[in-house]
């Protein structure tokens, strides 16, 4: 039995291409030569106080409390400190940039596409009988079972049946069409009618519908947002060349 492997950049950079991670690098290295170009451009430049404290907000996310567990965290990654920094840079440059093209846009952006942005708690059973969903249902309508009761004989995944179906905090992107139509026109707290789709019947309680507000956090998500969408239509106008003779 092995007892020690040793691993080179070259086997690291084949891997990479036999599992089909090249086209993501290559996007991510393009992105960041144009945001390096134009932040030169427009003169936008980071500071080391900038620096400093996005580092801070990334370890106390990461939880390295310490300079041990942060130098434990880089080994694991095979990153060097200077990689590091460079990595911190590349972050806070692409949020000044962000902010230079398009704080102005933020607001108009936010409520021309608030329904984008509202969030709703659900709860779900999804049975692969319609049926029997519809037995589950009207159960609950008539108040001979509590749907959280039902989740607990019929929701497979333990976490899941133990917070009685609990599906979390959910926006429209993280739903089907078949989902979120009905989801996001409920009339909270509600039991939908099931739901067929290619998954099964699905029953969902709607506890709660939340109207966004345009706080800081949505306000540098809707930043990153415009970002995104900005690099890709740079990304088309790009001829990208290869070198990948390794």
Known sequence: MLEQIKITQDQIFHQAKLSGQIPNVVKAITETEIINATAQEKQIETTPEELQKAADTFRAANQ????????????????????????????????KLASHLFADQVESYFFENKINYTTAIIYEICVEDEDLAMELFYAIQEGEANFHELAHQYVPDPEQRRQGGYRGVVNRKQLNPELSAPIFAA??????????????????????????????????????????????????KIEVFQELSS
């Not at 130098?71 to 990689?83: A, F, H, P, S, Y």
């Not at 460079?86 to 972050?91: A, G, K, T």
């Not at 507000?213 to 949505?218: F, K, N």
């Open 64 to 95: 390295l409390t310490s300079a041990d567990e942060t130098w434990k965290w880089l080994d694991n990654r095979g990153l060097t400190i200077e990689d590091f920094e460079e990595m911190i840079h590349n972050s806070v440059l692409r949020a």
């Open 187 to 236: 009339n909270p707290p509600q039991v939908l009618k099931p739901i067929l789709t290619s998954t099964g019947a699905h029953l969902i309680f709607v506890e709660e519908l939340i109207e966004p507000e345009l706080s800081q956090q949505l306000s540098q998500k809707i930043l990153s947002d415009l970002l995104t969408q900005w690099l890709n239509s740079q990304l088309e």
